[in-house]
């Protein structure tokens, strides 16, 4: 049962990695500067894992081609989700793109033929029912938030299942995880570094880019965005070492137990206020992951 340990470990630390995303933008901090300083230090983090280890193959073209894969689901699903989560209270958002474990689950049932128990279907369908009550949105006003906040969640739930469902294919061929995720966090680094200097050179207006770049928006960003990468990288190696070990159809849903971090962070800290209809739905997010973790 080593492969148990290390999901829920990789559920813990990469939850804590999505709680400081919650946190750098309750603090205003530059999203792109914290998906800059995120993918960085994971960067660094995977490739001292890959190195260490021996493992490390940055010739192989395949390395570079599963991590453009991943690394879009993971660059994109992150973007995605920042951009939910200003739409929408991150103890829904959080655990809602968590239910992109349906489609890995589905993978490993119908590619690798792994089996499915009974209360994982009932898990499938409590998500899809927590899914259709969310997307009951009261008031006129609100049913246009709601529904960019929907379409934006089902969106990063599909990336999202890039990066889960991809490590599982990536393990399935024998490749390095490590290398693949560094060379998919060093891709998702260059576009943020791209990004993070273009919008630096539109909000300058006349201001040195230096100065652009030292704006309290990007610190907080950055610095926030440094510490959930080292989450990120924590959450993702230990995932995928437990993927190697264990059965996906067991890993995946553990490891999407991360929203629960997020959720109850959320809650907790920031005071987040759930409508009757979002409690319930919650609820069944929550039940939803568990049934599918049995």
Not at 140 to 145: C, D, G, N, V
């Amino acid at each position: 049962m080593w492969w148990f340990t290390l999901a829920v470990g990789s559920a813990l630390v990469f939850g804590l990695a999505g709680l400081f995303m919650k946190v750098s933008q309750m603090r205003r901090g530059s999203t792109t500067a914290m998906l800059l300083g995120l993918y960085a230090s994971g960067t660094c983090g995977f490739w001292l894992q890959a190195a260490g280890s021996g493992g490390w193959t940055p010739f192989d073209y395949r390395i570079w081609i599963a991590g453009a894969v991943i690394g879009l689901g993971s660059a994109w699903g992150n973007l995605l989700f920042m951009k939910a989560l200003d739409c929408g209270p991150a103890s829904l958002t959080s655990p809602l793109t968590n239910s992109n474990i349906v489609l890995v689950v589905a993978m490993g049932a119908f590619f690798y033929e792994e089996a499915v128990s009974l209360a994982g279907i009932a898990g499938v369908v409590s998500l899809l029912a927590a899914v259709v009550l969310l997307s009951v949105k009261p008031g006129a006003a609100s049913a246009e938030a709601g529904k960019r906040w929907f379409a934006l969640v089902i969106a990063a739930t599909l990336l999202f299942a890039f990066r889960n469902g991809g490590l599982k294919v990536t393990a399935e061929m024998g490749l390095d995880n490590a290398s693949v995720l560094w060379s998919g966090y060093l891709l998702s680094f260059l576009w943020f570094a791209a990004a993070t200097a273009a919008g630096s050179r539109r909000s300058s207006a006349g201001r040195s880019a230096a100065a652009s770049f030292g704006s309290s928006s990007v610190r907080t960003g950055l610095a926030w965005g440094l510490a959930a990468g080292i989450g990120s990288y924590g959450g993702l190696q230990l995932y995928s070492a437990a993927l190697l070990a264990g059965p996906s159809h067991l890993v995946a849903p553990i490891f999407a137990t991360n929203s629960l971090v997020v959720a109850l962070g959320s809650l907790l800290i920031f005071k987040e206020k759930l409508g009757p209809l979002q409690r319930v739905a919650f609820l069944l997010l929550m039940a939803g992951l568990a049934l599918v973790r049995i």
